[in-house]
């Protein structure tokens, strides 16, 4: 039996606000959230948390659905009131990123420095984002493609060095929580490898991610210092490949990985 739908109060946020609207002219236009996303280029999960005020969106996604539920460019207007040009929590250079990882069936990604955005837990992000509420949410709603029913979710492969386990994002009680979770999170879609300490491996030159669609198309993205960058060439893709399968030679078992999770919880982060 279905869910019914998140209740919204559109005067608690401008989230709420647009999401209800948003849900309200689709239910006008006699429209499911399956049949909406047949006739614009957001994928149903992405509908979804929209109208349950869990995520910003960009003025494109206003449009679209304008044009499809014949509002007369009302959910563009109220966009533009609520939100003048910020288009959504996250920076110009990764905001069409989580729209791939939506699409992809395989996301392949390696994290040098802190536990990666699509398993973090709130407190985590909060301590990263410095209590950002907008961006905290973001991050939050991109998890979303791990616990979707329709389509299955996208088979993650995350690997991670051990010097993660160690630093200090938010305190002791955090990083337990964090810790714990990683340590139980594997399953037949998603796979948590750790490389042992001392291991020698050519990943210190910042977090990446490959994606491979459905097609077969294959897209990454980088870290740098100070913004990422999505590549889709083949020469990079192949680099990236290659520099991901020689980390991944150098880690852990997914259960040996989690005993080490847990090991490190007991011996550095419990008192």
């Known amino acids: 039996m279905p869910q019914p739908p998140k209740l919204l109060t559109p005067s608690n946020s401008p989230l709420d606000l647009f999401g209800s609207e948003v849900r309200r002219y689709r239910v006008l236009a006699n429209y499911s959230i399956k049949q909406l996303a047949a006739k614009i280029p957001y994928s149903p999960?992405?509908?979804?948390?929209?109208?349950?005020?869990?995520?910003?969106?960009?003025?494109?996604?206003?449009?679209?659905?304008?044009?499809?539920?014949?509002?007369?460019?009302?959910?563009?207007?109220?966009h533009d009131g609520l939100f003048g040009n910020k288009k959504d929590a996250f920076p110009e250079w990764f905001r069409k990123w989580p729209t791939v990882e939506e699409e992809a069936g395989t996301l392949?990604?390696?994290?040098?420095?802190?536990?990666?955005?699509?398993?973090?837990?709130?407190?985590?992000?909060?301590a990263l984002l410095f209590g950002d509420s907008?961006?905290?949410?973001?991050?939050?709603?991109r998890q979303a493609i791990l616990t979707?029913?329709?389509?299955?979710?996208?088979?993650?492969?995350?690997v991670l060095p051990e010097t993660v386990l160690w630093y200090d994002v938010g305190g002791r009680d955090v990083m337990r929580s964090q810790l714990d979770c990683l340590a139980g999170a594997s399953n037949d879609r998603l796979s948590i490898q750790v490389v042992p300490n001392g291991a020698r491996h050519p990943g210190n030159q910042g977090e990446f991610m490959i994606a491979t669609l459905p097609g077969g198309e294959e897209i990454a993205f980088a870290d740098s210092a100070g913004r990422g960058i999505m590549m889709d060439t083949r020469e990079d893709i192949y680099r990236l490949k290659e520099r991901f399968d020689a980390i991944a030679t150098q880690?852990?078992?997914?259960?040996?990985?989690?005993?080490?999770?847990?090991?490190?919880?007991?011996?550095k982060w419990t008192t």
């Open 45 to 78: 999960s992405f509908i979804g948390v929209v109208e349950r005020a869990e995520s910003h969106c960009e003025r494109a996604f206003a449009e679209h659905c304008d044009a499809v539920l014949d509002t007369k460019q009302a959910l563009s207007h109220l």
């Open 108 to 126: 392949k990604v390696y994290s040098p420095i802190v536990v990666h955005g699509l398993l973090q837990m709130e407190a985590y992000a909060s």
């Open 134 to 141: 907008q961006a905290i949410d973001a991050r939050m709603a």
């Open 148 to 158: 979707r029913a329709d389509p299955v979710p996208p088979r993650l492969i995350y």
């Open 251 to 267: 880690a852990l078992p997914t259960s040996l990985s989690a005993d080490l999770i847990a090991h490190t919880i007991e011996e």
